[in-house]
Structures are given as C-alpha cells and as structure tokens.
C-alpha cells in the first residue's frame, strides 16, 4: 500500500490510524470494544514514541466505529487515557473495517516540539 504509521513534520506528528491488530495478525480483544479501544490507543503510544512525542502531546483523535451504539465503551477506554488531555475529537460510525474481528480504528494528530 504504501503508508507510514507515524510522520513528524516540524513540531506535529501524525499517526495513521491504528486497530487492536497485532503484528502476527491476530485481534486483541474480540467482540470487546473497549479492550480493542485500549490496543488502539497502545499502538498510537508506541507509534507516538518511534516519533519522541507522548499521548499527553496529542491535540487531535479520530474514532472509527462499526457499531455507534456501543460509543460509550469507546468514549470511557478513550477518556482513560485523554480525560485529562482533552483533544479535539471526531467519532463516526463505519460500516466495515479491514478485518470484520476489529471494531475500532483510531488516528491521532501530536504537537511535539523537538526538545520538548
């Protein structure tokens, strides 16, 4: 396909959005929305970090659901993490991701100067 997980330009680092996949192609969390919300955000961490930015740094997520009903497992697993931080937020419903196991894809914008 083509495509970077994270990308740093200057201060702002991107990263393309990330499921509850691991990298043996299995699905953290079957059927449980909140526990593939978590992986999602695990993997933003992970991919944040590659770029020297954190999850405290991020002013920007994107949610992608397949069921809109169960947002609130979404929204709690979320504010776990970005309570505090507070980013803007967008949150759509989807009708499929890539594998029919995950449930939740997010993406997320970081304001990261280097140094800093």
Request: net charge negative; aromatic share 6%; glycine share 10%.
């Amino acid at each position: 396909m083509g495509y970077s997980r994270t990308v740093r330009v200057g201060a702002t680092v991107l990263v393309s959005g990330c499921t509850a996949a691991t990298p043996d192609g299995e699905v953290v969390g079957e059927g449980d929305v909140g526990a593939q919300t978590r992986a999602c955000i695990a993997a933003i961490e992970r991919a944040l970090a590659l770029a020297g930015a954190r999850l405290d740094q991020v002013v920007q997520t994107r949610v992608y659901a397949t069921d809109i009903s169960r947002w609130e497992d979404v929204a709690r697993a979320h504010g776990e993490v970005f309570g505090e931080v507070r980013p803007v937020n967008t949150f759509v419903q989807v009708s499929a991701l890539i594998d029919p196991r995950m449930l939740v894809e997010i993406e997320a914008q970081a304001y990261a100067p280097p140094g800093g």
